[in-house]
């Protein structure tokens, strides 16, 4: 009898800062920011365009990838010895939220111009639109939004036990790794917290999947 093959759990990974992830561990809290900052002028553009035909006071979002590492991921997201990567159980963390008012929770849709022009989004999907080049990030968002108070960041409690592992930069020196490591396991509650240093740029296993001619003719 054959075994059932598990079903991976989703999971959501947030690409950002050592400092950030010092602070979120800390205070036990992710922090939504205002999309005007955003380096992609196009997306954060479809989020002000919401914001002012919804006539919402604050609008703020925290963005995650439903993918898993890539090189394109770290430099764009992450790039330095300082990123690090997140991952969230998908379900721990979002269930809170979802109760929460103001929150809004979707995966982004990727579309080309053509497509826009021809069939107009509706504006509540607006928040969670983005061109078509950027398909291979995977993006998933959080939103925040109000139409009474103006908010410049929005504090969201989470549980330590909804992240199951931090991956340090691909970059970050093996002594610093270290260090860290040791740092965050003596953060209250992050005694078992896993962390680990990303081998996305150097994996001992790829390296040894092509043995030289020399070693199979022995």
């Known amino acids: 009898m054959k075994s059932k093959k598990r079903t991976p759990k989703p999971f959501l990974n947030r690409y950002t800062t050592l400092p950030v992830l010092l602070d979120m561990l800390a205070h036990k809290k992710i922090l939504l920011l205002n999309p005007t900052t955003w380096e992609d002028r196009n997306d954060s553009h479809y989020l002000e365009r919401y914001k002012a035909d919804k006539k919402l006071k604050t609008l703020l979002a925290l963005c995650f990838s439903i993918k898993r590492e890539t090189f394109h991921h ?3 997201f ?3 010895s ?3 990567c997140v ?3 998908k379900e721990q ?5 979802t109760a929460q008012p103001g929150f809004r929770l979707s995966k982004v849709d990727y579309l080309y111009i053509k497509e826009v022009k021809k069939s107009r989004p509706a504006v509540e999907n607006w928040p969670f639109i983005k061109r078509k080049p950027f398909k291979d ?3 998933f968002r959080i939103i925040y939004e109000s139409k009474t108070a103006e908010e410049p960041t929005k504090e969201v409690s989470i549980q330590v036990n909804c992240i199951r592992k931090v991956t340090l930069s691909p970059w970050m020196p093996t002594s610093v790794a270290s260090t860290v490591k040791t740092i965050i396991s003596q953060i209250d509650g992050c005694e078992k917290l896993k962390v680990k240093p990303s081998s996305l ?3 001992n296993e790829w390296k040894a999947a092509i043995k030289s001619e020399s070693s199979t003719n022995k």
């Open 82 to 84: 300082a990123g690090v």
């Open 201 to 203: 740029l150097e994996t």
């Open 87 to 89: 991952e969230f159980d």
């Open 74 to 76: 770290w430099k764009i």
């Open 78 to 80: 992450a790039s330095g």
């Open 93 to 97: 963390l979002l269930n809170p939220i």
């Open 137 to 139: 990030e995977g993006e």
